[in-house]
């Protein structure tokens, strides 16, 4: 029988790629996000459902037959600390409590590096976190953990928590590092960048799909933080001078753009428990996954949508 998937933010870059793999696998997918999705990443047998999840009166009444949820939903524009606060965490805990009486199989809630703050790389899962985000958006995603995990504990609620790192690949949008990256270097522009002297972890987009999907399916996740990337950190300027060494173009000049005085210098995670609980590593390197990326917006067809 077909399984039956809620994807909330589908119509955000990995909900898209989510949404795809998991119509390849004959899966019935529905996509719920408060915004109608662009051409470029409008899928032909998707249900496209039109609600913000803050909207609990509207959220409650959707079709509830559903075998997993998968919450990718939140406001992208972390300077509106109230909306952020809410698309994050009020929308997390409406979603989770329509469906606390239901029988669903899995219910995973993609949290962010951010959540573990100003603590030391590697990062190591630890439920009981109490250091503080230096964001309203690391905050809203904290509580979100911290709640889905004590609903865990007192409903046997089947939740569990993916921590993400920077995911990139195909069909992002233009305001993050890779593909605006990239299109300097289409371009053959001269670009400021700041020192490029913070280590980041990278995970092509295929690779957290499967992960997304081997949780979805393992019970040994219900109630868990796992942490996913690449565990290999790279300092921002050797990415940049990567994808112009693979482009053959691009001019970056670094340390003209200040870091924030918040900046954190190392942010990369410790992948022991996916690969012991998943049994989940990346298979797609840095360099490969660039190359396919780049692959993706040379081609004439989507070069245009980095200005939509």
Not at 213 to 240: D, F, H, M, Q, Y
Request: hydrophobic share 35%; glycine share 6%.
């Amino acid at each position: 029988m077909s399984k039956k998937i809620l994807i909330t933010g589908g119509t955000g870059f990995i909900g898209f790629h989510l949404s795809k793999k998991c119509l390849s696998l004959g899966w019935s997918v529905t996509s719920l996000s408060s915004q109608s999705p662009k051409p470029q990443k409008k899928l032909k047998r998707v249900k496209y459902l039109k609600i913000d999840i803050t909207n609990k009166n509207k959220l409650s009444k959707i079709n509830k037959n559903f075998d997993y949820i998968v919450n990718l939903a939140g406001y992208v524009d972390h300077t509106n600390k109230k909306k952020t606060l809410e698309s994050h965490y009020i929308g997390c805990k409406n979603l989770a409590s329509i469906f606390v009486n239901e029988n669903i199989k899995k219910f995973i809630q993609v949290g962010s590096s951010i959540e573990y703050g100003k603590l030391k790389s590697p990062h190591i899962e630890n439920k009981n976190n109490k250091q503080s985000t230096y964001s309203v958006y690391g905050k809203a995603k904290l509580l979100s953990t911290k709640f889905l995990i004590d609903l865990n504990k007192k409903n046997n609620f089947p939740s569990s928590i993916i921590r993400l790192y920077l995911v990139y690949g195909p069909n992002q949008d233009i305001n993050r590092v890779v593909p605006i990256t990239i299109k300097n270097a289409l371009d053959n522009k001269r670009f400021d960048c700041s020192s490029g002297l913070q280590y980041r972890d990278f995970t092509y987009i295929d690779d957290v799909v499967v992960a997304i999907l081997k949780s979805l399916k393992s019970k040994k996740t219900n109630g868990e933080i796992i942490n996913i990337g690449s565990g290999k950190p790279v300092r921002v300027r050797a990415l940049i001078k990567k994808i112009c060494l693979i482009v053959g173009s691009g001019k970056p000049v670094f340390g003209k753009i200040k870091m924030r005085k918040d900046e954190t210098m190392t942010l990369y995670p410790n992948i022991h428990k996916a690969k012991k609980i998943l049994k989940w590593k990346p298979k797609i390197s840095l360099n490969a996954g660039l190359k396919k990326t780049i692959k993706y917006y040379k081609n004439e067809k989507f070069i245009d949508n980095f200005n939509r």
